[in-house]
Nanobody, 120 residues
């Protein structure tokens, strides 16, 4: 099994910054793609950003220039630096990790979610 533990959410004023972290642990042989998604109340879960093993990054248009995704392969951790936060960024943020296990199978795991609230 693969477990994801997220941290870093909270309440911040518009224009502020937060940094989310997501650490993967368990029976992991290798990790391929890592990413962040978010779900606002009453809306579907949407892509925020993804990063692959080569460092290729994909950002949602709504956060380009404000958010930055990175990963530390030695720690099986993905980060999301969020700057210039807006009220419309308020959502539950979930990390997503895809990879393979020591048993030779592939996995896709989701974190439990961390709340980000942008409000004055």
């Amino acid at each position: 099994q693969v477990h994801l533990v997220e941290s870093g959410g909270g309440l911040v004023q518009p224009g502020g910054s937060l940094r989310l972290s997501c650490a993967a642990s368990g029976s992991i042989f290798s990790i391929a793609d890592m990413g962040w998604y978010r779900q606002a109340p009453g809306k579907e879960r949407d892509l925020v950003a993804t990063i692959d093993t080569r460092g290729n990054i994909n950002y949602a248009d709504s956060i380009k220039g404000r958010f930055s995704i990175s990963r530390d392969n030695t720690k099986n951790t993905v980060y999301l630096q969020m700057n210039s936060l807006k009220p419309e960024d308020t959502a539950v943020y979930h990390c997503n990790v895809k990879g393979s296990t020591f048993m030779g199978g592939r996995f896709t795991s989701w974190g439990q979610g961390t709340q980000v609230t942008v409000s004055s």
